[in-house]
C-alpha cells in the first residue's frame, strides 16, 4: 500500500499515512518506522525530475563519485536535497544492477550509462 | 502460438542494460524496416532477456547465421536489414572488434567473451522472448517438472538435488538438498518457500538478469522445491530497483497459472502451489534471510538471531525456505538432465557453474557463466579481455561488501568457496569487480564501509558504532590525518564487529578493509606516513597539474573548468591555479593530449 502511495505521489503526506494507519488499525509510529528505515519511501515531495546517480562499487571505481558532485556543484543542492525551482531531486543509490555501463545516473526512469561530466551537462538539459 | 517457420530470427536483447541504450527503439526500427521491404513472413524480431555482454549494448543476434551485431542505432537498421536479412551478407561494420585488433568477429560463439563460458543457468539467455511461455516449453521448460511431478517422490527430488552437490549461489554456499530436506523433515503445515531476489551487493546483478532472461525456470524450480518439502505458498522478494524483472516475473506467473503449471493441482497431479510477489523497500540488509522474511511479513526488515533457522520456524513461525534466484534457476535442469550429468561440472566441493558480474575496469563488462574451479585469470583475461587502457590490473574484489579483494599474485586461485575464503574474500553473490592502478584500495575500503555503516539496521552496538568508527578513522587516512597505530587499532576494532554481530552484514562486514590490510597494507601507510594516495584517486592528497611539454594550449580544459582555475594564452601551456582547483577532474576528462596529471 505505502508503496503505491509512494509511486502515485512521490511521497508518503503525513494525512495519507494517518488514513491508513487508522483503516488497517496500525499504529501511525509503525508506519512511520517503516517509511523511515526503507530507501523507496520519501516523507517530503520530490522534485518534477528524481535523479538517482549510482554509486555500485563498478561505477565508484569508474568516477561515479564524481558525476555526483558535479550534479551537487551545478545544481547547488545536496544530495537528498530537492532544487528551489523544483526541477531537480538528487540522490544516490547503491547499484541499479546496469554495471555494464557504469558509471550510471538514472534520470526518472531512464538510464543514462557510461558517462563524462560533460555529458552529464547535455543529458540534464532534456529534463525540463 | 505463433506456429509459423521464418526463415531467420533476429534476437534483440532487452535486458535492463540493452534497454537503457535503446534497444527497444532499434527493434521497433528493425520491425519497420522489415516490413518495409515485405520480410515480415520470413524473418522475425525476438526480444530476449540479457545476452551479456553489457558493455557492448544494444545487441542483436542474427540466427541461426549466429551473427554477432553489437552497439546498434535505430540508423544503422537500414543497413543491416538491406544487406544481411535480404541480400545475404553480413554487415561487418557493425560487428565486434576485439580491443587492439582489426578485424570483426561474426560468429557470437566464436568471440572470446562468449567462447570460454558454458551455459547452464544462462541457457536460454538470448534465445527466447522471455514473456512467452511456449518459448520456454519449446526449450525443454517445465519438463522436469513433469518428471518431478509425475515420477518422483518428494524424497526422491531431495535425494537428486543432494546428489547433484548444488550450494546455495546467494553467498554463503550451503548445501541445497540438505537445506530442504531439513525443511521437509520440520513437522508443521503451512510451510513456505521464498525466493530472493533481493540482489543488493553492488556490483552484481546476475540475479536480475536471470529472473528478466529466463523467469520460467525460476518459477519452476519453485514448484520442483515446493514439491519436495511440501510447501503450498511460495513468495518471490524483488529489489524494488528491478521493475522490468518484476514485470516479467508476474507475466510468467500469470502465464504459468493460465496453463495449469501453477496453482490448483498442478499438471493433474493434486498438488496445489501459488506464487505471490513481493517488492523489496530499498534497504540491504533485507537480503539476509531472517530481515527479509521480516520484511515479507510488513515489518521493518531487522534480522533476528538464529537458531530457529527458517526451515524450523521462518515466515509467520512457519517452516520456510530461502533460496536464491541462480539456486532456483538451477533446480530444473538438475532435474531433467540428473545428478550425475550435473556433478561432472565444477570442483569436488563446489558443482556446477557460477555466474559473475564482470565489471568495473575491464575491457569487456557483462555477464558470465563458468564451470566453478576455473582460475580467476582467465575470467578476467581470456573472457574479460584484461583491463582497458593499457592500465595495470591491481585487484578485482568479489563477494560485495562482505568480500575481499584479490591481488593479481593470487589470480590463478580457482574460484570455487573453500578457495575464496582461504583469500580472504568470499564466492557471495558473484559480482566480481576488477581494479587497476588508478583504483586507492583505502578509497575502496573506505567506499564499502560507508555502504555498510549506512545499512546497517542498528541493531547490534559492534557493527552499528563499529562500521561509523571505521568509516572515521579511514576518512582520517584518505584526508591524510591518519595515525601511526591506526592500521592495528583497525584490525582490532574489525575483529570485534566480527564477533559480536548476530547476522552476516555485521560478521562479514570487515572483510573489505581486512583484505586490503593484507595484500594492500603498503598504499594505507603511504596514505599515514607520506601524505600521498599513489593511485591518485583520494582528493585530499593529490594535484591536478598541466605537463607543459604535452599541453598544446587548445584552450578546452579552460572551458571545461567550472571553477575557471585554468589560465593560459592560447597555443601555450595553460596552468592551474591551486588555490581555486577543486579537484574535480573535469580537466583531465576532456584534455586530448594526455597533458592532466595527478600527483
Not at chain 2, 74 to 90: F, K, T
Not at chain 2, 165 to 192: H, I, M, N, S, V
Not at chain 2, 498 to 504: A, T
Request: glycine share 10%; net charge negative; aromatic share 6%.
Amino acid at each position: 500500500m505505502l508503496q503505491d502511495i509512494q509511486k502515485e505521489k512521490g511521497y508518503l503526506p503525513e494525512e495519507a499515512l494517518a488514513t491508513i494507519a487508522s483503516e488497517v488499525k496500525v499504529p501511525l509510529s509503525r508506519l512511520f518506522s517503516l517509511a523511515t528505515f526503507y530507501k523507496a519511501f520519501s516523507l517530503v515531495p520530490r522534485g518534477r525530475h528524481y535523479i538517482n546517480v549510482c554509486l555500485g562499487t563498478a561505477c565508484h571505481v569508474r568516477g561515479g563519485m564524481k558525476l555526483l558532485d558535479k550534479l551537487e556543484r551545478d545544481l547547488g543542492i545536496k544530495t537528498g536535497e530537492t532544487t528551489s525551482d523544483n526541477r531537480f531531486t538528487l540522490e544516490a543509490v547503491r547499484c541499479v544492477g546496469c554495471c555494464g555501463l557504469a558509471p550510471v545516473v538514472v534520470i526518472d526512469e531512464n538510464f543514462h550509462g557510461k558517462l563524462t561530466q560533460r555529458e552529464l551537462t547535455k543529458v540534464l538539459k532534456r529534463y525540463g | 502460438m505463433d506456429l509459423k517457420t521464418y526463415r531467420t530470427h533476429v534476437m534483440i536483447c532487452a535486458g535492463t542494460a540493452c534497454v537503457s541504450t535503446h534497444s527497444l527503439a532499434v527493434k521497433e526500427a528493425l520491425e519497420r524496416e522489415i516490413q518495409k521491404h515485405g520480410l515480415e513472413d520470413e524473418v522475425k524480431v525476438i526480444a530476449t532477456g540479457c545476452i551479456g555482454f553489457c558493455e557492448r549494448g544494444p545487441i542483436a543476434v542474427v540466427q541461426p547465421d549466429d551473427v554477432f551485431y553489437q552497439q546498434l542505432t535505430e540508423d544503422d537498421i537500414p543497413l543491416l536489414v538491406e544487406e544481411h536479412l535480404l541480400q545475404g551478407r553480413p554487415v561487418e561494420k557493425l560487428m565486434y572488434i576485439p580491443e587492439g585488433e582489426k578485424k570483426p568477429v561474426s560468429r557470437m560463439m566464436d568471440i572470446d567473451f562468449f567462447k570460454h563460458q558454458q551455459f547452464v543457468v544462462l541457457r536460454n539467455r538470448g534465445r527466447m522472448d522471455p514473456e512467452e511461455i511456449e518459448e520456454y516449453i519449446a526449450f525443454d521448460g517445465y519438463a522436469g517438472l513433469t518428471k518431478a511431478l509425475t515420477t518422483m517422490k518428494p524424497e526422491e527430488i531431495i535425494d537428486e538435488i543432494k546428489a547433484s552437490g548444488l550450494r546455495g549461489r546467494g553467498g554463503a554456499g550451503f548445501p541445497t538438498g540438505l537445506k530442504w530436506e531439513l525443511c521437509r523433515k520440520t513437522k508443521g503445515d503451512g510451510k513456505y518457500l521464498i525466493c530472493n531476489a533481493d540482489e543488493g551487493d553492488p556490483g552484481a546483478y546476475m540475479d536480475r538478469s536471470i529472473l528478466e532472461a529466463d523467469p520460467h525456470a525460476v518459477l519452476e524450480g519453485l514448484i520442483i522445491g515446493a514439491k519436495a518439502v511440501g510447501a503450498h505458498q511460495g513468495f518471490i522478494y524483488v529489489r524494488d530497483e528491478y521493475p522490468l524483472a518484476v514485470k516479467r516475473i508476474k507475466i510468467a506467473i500469470e502465464q504459468a497459472t493460465e496453463y495449469g503449471l501453477l496453482g490448483k493441482d498442478i499438471l493433474g497431479t493434486g498438488f496445489d502451489f501459488e506464487v505471490e510477489v513481493v517488492r523489496g523497500g530499498g534497504a540491504f540488509v533485507c537480503g539476509e534471510e531472517t530481515a527479509l522474511m521480516a520484511s515479507v511479513e510488513g515489518r521493518v526488515g531487522r534480522p533476528s538471531t538464529r537458531p530457529p533457522f527458517p526451515v524450523e520456524k521462518g515466515l509467520w513461525d512457519r517452516p520456510t525456505n530461502i533460496n536464491n534466484v541462480e539456486t532456483w534457476a538451477n533446480i530444473p535442469i538438475i532435474i531433467l538432465k540428473g545428478a550425475d550429468w550435473y556433478s561432472t561440472l565444477g570442483t569436488e566441493k563446489s558443482k556446477g557453474t557460477k555466474v559473475f558480474s564482470l565489471v568495473g575496469k575491464i575491457n569487456n563488462s557483462g555477464l558470465v557463466e563458468v564451470p566453478m574451479g576455473i582460475p580467476l585469470r582467465k575470467i578476467i583475461f581470456d573472457i574479460g579481455g584484461g583491463v582497458p587502457g593499457g592500465k595495470r590490473f591491481k585487484a578485482v574484489q568479489t563477494g560485495g561488501p562482505s568480500g575481499g579483494c584479490i591481488p593479481e599474485e593470487l589470480l590463478d586461485l580457482p574460484v570455487d568457496f573453500e578457495a575464496l575464503t582461504q583469500a580472504g574474500a568470499i564466492m557471495g553473490s558473484g559480482g566480481l569487480i576488477v581494479m587497476d592502478e588508478n583504483t586507492c584500495m583505502v578509497d575502496v575500503a573506505l567506499y564499502f564501509v560507508s555502504f555498510l555503516a549506512e545499512e546497517s539496521c542498528g541493531k547490534c552496538t559492534p557493527c552499528r558504532v563499529g562500521l561509523q568508527r571505521m568509516k572515521e578513522m579511514l576518512t582520517a587516512i584518505t584526508e591524510g590525518r591518519g595515525e601511526e597505530g591506526d592500521l592495528e587499532r583497525l584490525e582490532n576494532l574489525a575483529r570485534t564487529i566480527q564477533d559480536g554481530s548476530l547476522c552476516g552484514l555485521g560478521q562479514t562486514a570487515p572483510n573489505p578493509v581486512l583484505s586490503t590490510l593484507k595484500y594492500f597494507r603498503h598504499e594505507y601507510e603511504a596514505h599515514i606516513r607520506d601524505q600521498s594516495c599513489p593511485a591518485g584517486v583520494c582528493k585530499p592528497l593529490i594535484t591536478y597539474l598541466i605537463d607543459v611539454e604535452k599541453c598544446t594550449g587548445c584552450g578546452v580544459c579552460l572551458k571545461a573548468c567550472p571553477v575557471g582555475a585554468i589560465t593560459g594564452e592560447r597555443k601555450q601551456p595553460h596552468r592551474i591555479d591551486q588555490a581555486l582547483c577543486t579537484k574535480c577532474g573535469s580537466c583531465m576528462e576532456v584534455c586530448r593530449f594526455e597533458a592532466i596529471v595527478v600527483e
